[in-house]
């Protein structure tokens, strides 16, 4: 299994072939432009590039984590619910501070 307990290799890019609807009876009908979704980061690769172990503790995303335990007082430690509250937090704060104006003003 990839990214399992002791495995050692890392997914770094993934294909999602998008070409079905489910609808509420859980029918399956063909996309009218079915697509292909390449699931390459820029965390991913970032984290790769940098030898960490997963995307929270790359240059991109460990300062707001850094800043958000600041903030609360805490440590942040990984493998606690605190250390997931803050990278639910900074995943957030990140992806709002990238929100085109538009989501905001219609």
């Known amino acids: 299994m990839v990214?399992?307990?002791?495995?050692d290799?890392?997914?770094i890019w993934n294909l999602v072939f998008m070409q079905?609807?489910?609808?509420?009876?859980?029918?399956l009908n063909p996309l009218p432009k079915p697509s292909v979704?390449?699931?390459?980061?820029?965390?991913?690769?970032?984290?790769v590039l940098q030898g960490v172990k997963n995307n929270y503790d790359?240059?991109?995303i460990r300062p707001i984590i850094?800043?958000?335990?600041?903030?609360?007082g805490k440590e942040?430690?990984?493998?606690?619910?605190e250390g997931m509250s803050m990278r639910?937090?900074?995943?957030?704060?990140?992806?709002?501070?990238?929100?085109?104006?538009?989501?905001?003003?219609?």
């Open 3 to 7: 990214n399992g307990p002791g495995d």
């Open 9 to 11: 290799c890392i997914e």
């Open 20 to 27: 079905f609807n489910r609808d509420e009876t859980k029918t």
């Open 37 to 47: 979704d390449t699931g390459a980061g820029l965390e991913r690769v970032t984290a």
């Open 58 to 60: 790359t240059d991109l």
């Open 66 to 72: 850094n800043f958000i335990s600041e903030l609360c």
């Open 76 to 81: 942040y430690h990984y493998d606690t619910p």
């Open 88 to 106: 639910v937090v900074a995943d957030h704060a990140r992806a709002t501070a990238l929100l085109s104006p538009t989501v905001f003003t219609g």
